[in-house]
């Protein structure tokens, strides 16, 4: 009987355990989809304070010593809701710090980052060679992001070290920090050089990942690309054009279970493409709830996420009370720069029934407003691959998003050819400026005066697959190649 294939998963987070981003969608979701298809896949992450306080139960595997850390235990559990087994790293770094697991209550980001990422890689390193006394070796070492960077460094010159793999979610994080840092967390002498962890006189993580890592992935077709050039390449593009044979997009996934308007407990009104009169009742419930004016006509503009540059919320601030000009209602929610929060909310006090935002996160808000929506608005500066415009393409709910990454992959600008063709399911602004973002605006209430075509292009959104069984068969097919090298 033919062995599955075995992959150490290592992230620094996990939905639903710990999440900030993309990072923790893909590593909630990513590995049961490779568990689903036969795939031995067992996730390291860190056992962080908030982590603990969410899981029922767990075992510790071993203790265990590495300098400059100390003494500290791994323990085994599951990913909530799902099979896949998680083993933690109990240390006090981890444990002892609650919150954000990369920045503190300021902002800025927390002063023992370097260390708590290279114990991480450290540990992954051992388990990857088979010296952490749990009997089990991978096939594959799939590292995320510059957190677990210095893993693939730390395996490359080991002739038992299985290949690896680092999935890029965002280029511009590469957790960059001095020689002397390098060297009290005593890593290896032979990994300062521009194959290793040095770039410009310093040690960077991603970079590290990068060259140890047998392919690099990311989460979309166009960011692969975009991230050689010079405009998205944060520093890194001449290595990634260097290495481009390797370089390799695989668009990330949803859970079509959690984003189903069928059956979505956080919805007063389920909804599916053959009976779309339930999304305007949640449109209807979701003005309510915001204290907007219950307007059928006002075409409801959607947003959800985090108020920084990348997201182009300052243009969206900059053009705000012109587009409210138009007969349109603006619905937000999130958090970030003190600065978009404060912009957007004497936004909201300008325009009374016009205009709510909701400062901070909910899950079950963020689904209620996907839903409620008319559509959704993400002017990305750039953006590796979004999910809200997949969780709104499953909600009925257009996209108006900028052509980059992801958005570029998975939203057809509608126009008659596209709409005719039964491909049309949103609005592309193929450059961005506040200019952009009204002729969007424009152009979505353009058709959304005009129910039959509207119809049509909340259906071909509704219609597309983006769960992640495509997505897993295309990394278990990287995998296999890694090992036939």
Partial sequence: MKQPLKVLFASSEVHPLMKTGGLGD??????????????????VMPGYADTLKKLRAWRPMCEMRLAPFGEFQL???????????????????????????????DGHA?????????????????????????DWQPDIVHANDWQTGLLLALLAPNPKAPPGLITIHNLVYQGVFDRGTFERLQLPANLWTPDGVEHWGEMNCLKAGING???????SPSYAREIQTHAFGAGLDGLLRHRHKDVVGILNGIDPQEWDPACD??????????????????????????????????MLIGMVGRMVDQKGLDLVLHVAD??????????????????????????????PGRVHVRIGYNEGLAHRIEAGSDVFLMPSRFEPCGLNQMYSLRYGTPPMVH?????????????????????????????LDPGAILWAVGEALNYFRKPRDWQDIQKNGMQADFSWEVSARKYIELYRRALKD
Avoid at 213 to 219: Q, S
Avoid at 342 to 350: D, Y
């Fill in 26 to 43: 893909v590593s909630g979701s990513l590995p049961q989809a490779l568990r689903a298809q036969g795939v031995d896949v067992r996730i």
């Fill in 75 to 105: 323990l085994a559990t599951q990913v909530p809701g799902s099979k896949v087994p998680l083993i933690l790293i109990d240390h006090p770094m981890f444990s002892e710090q609650p919150g954000n697991p990369y920045n503190g209550p």
């Fill in 110 to 134: 927390w002063p023992d980052s370097a260390d708590r990422f290279t114990l991480l890689s450290r540990v992954c390193e051992l388990i990857a060679l088979d010296e952490a006394v749990l």
């Fill in 213 to 219: 890592a047998r392919f690099i992935t990311t989460v």
């Fill in 265 to 298: 407990p956080a919805l007063p009104h389920p909804f599916d493409a053959k009976h779309l009169d339930g999304k305007l009742a949640n449109k209807h419930a979701l003005q309510q709830e915001f204290d907007l004016d219950i307007d059928e006509e006002a």
């Fill in 322 to 351: 012109a587009m409210l000009k138009m007969p349109v209602q603006l619905a937000m929610l999130g958090s970030g720069d003190p600065a978009l929060e404060a912009g957007f909310t004497a936004l909201m006090a300008r325009h």
């Fill in 403 to 431: 052509g980059v990454g992801g958005l570029n992959d998975t939203v057809v600008d509608t126009t008659k050819e596209s709409l005719k063709d039964g491909k049309a399911n949103g609005f592309v602004m193929r450059h």
